[in-house]
């Protein structure tokens, strides 16, 4: 069974910064894809960023371009959003998702759909 478990949420004034973890468990890091999502009150869950297996390919939503940078670490099986220039429309609970991709190690995932895997959440405050 593959367990992911974000940490890094919090309150922030607007402007300031935040970086989220996801740890997975249970299953080689390696093998698969990783995507953050977020979710805001009374809205569907929307892409946020995503990375390949390989690391080398990278994809981030419109409204997060620029400011938000993905990144794994494979020795750690940890993926990382660090979150700069927050604004209040960023508030949200952010989901880490896993899909494993044997196929394509350059295959990014934009969509849930597309994830077999996902963390609880932890949840992004910006204050303006």
């Known amino acids: 069974q593959v367990q992911l478990v974000e940490s890094g949420g919090g309150l922030v004034q607007a402007g300031g910064s935040l970086k989220l973890s996801c740890a997975v468990s249970?299953?080689?890091?390696?093998?698969?894809?990783m995507g953050w999502f977020r979710q805001a009150p009374g809205k569907e869950r929307e892409f946020v960023a995503a990375i390949s297996r390989s690391g080398t390919s990278i994809r981030y939503a419109g409204s997060v371009k620029g400011r938000f940078t993905i990144s794994r670490d494979n020795a750690k099986s940890t993926v990382y959003l660090q979150m700069n220039s927050l604004k209040s429309e960023d508030t949200a609970n952010y989901y880490c998702a896993f899909r494993r991709e044997y196929a394509d190690p350059w295959f990014v995932g934009t969509t849930s759909s597309q994830y077999e895997y996902w963390g609880q959440g932890t949840q992004v405050t910006v204050s303006s």
């Open positions: 249970g299953r080689a890091f390696s093998d698969g894809g």
